[in-house]
């Protein structure tokens, strides 16, 4: 809701969802210590990849040294990204993911 004053009177108007939320796309880096097969169960658990999809983007990542994982809205992308971090880490893996706005 907005307010604006004019000639005294007040208006409020509703401006719901006028805009689309900006996306974001969480990217898989590659490094040399994660075993690949994490990398697919991160795939297929975190971001519901099929396991032949998983392991297609998994050798990509691997392959080009990074490659996409998904796109969501900021607070999804964040929140994925902080759940695999921790994971790979409790795991003892070096697993890294960056998140970049879609044009
Ligand atoms: N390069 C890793 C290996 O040879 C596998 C790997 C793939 C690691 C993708 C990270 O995002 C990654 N074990």
Known sequence: RRESQDGGQTQ?????QLTRPRLF?????????????????VLTRYFRKSLADAETI????????????????????ETKAAQVTAHARQ????????????A
């Not at 998994?58 to 994982?69: I, K, P, T």
């Not at 795991?91 to 879609?102: D, I, K, Q, R, T």
């Open 58 to 77: 998994m050798l990509n990542v691997h392959q080009r040294g990074s490659g996409l994982a998904g796109v969501y809205t900021r607070e999804v992308a």
């Open 12 to 16: 409020t108007l509703d401006q719901t």
């Open 25 to 41: 796309r969480v990217l898989l880096l590659n490094d040399d210590y994660t075993p690949m097969e994490f990398v697919v169960m």
């Open 91 to 102: 795991e003892g893996h070096p697993l890294a993911l960056s998140l970049e706005p879609e």
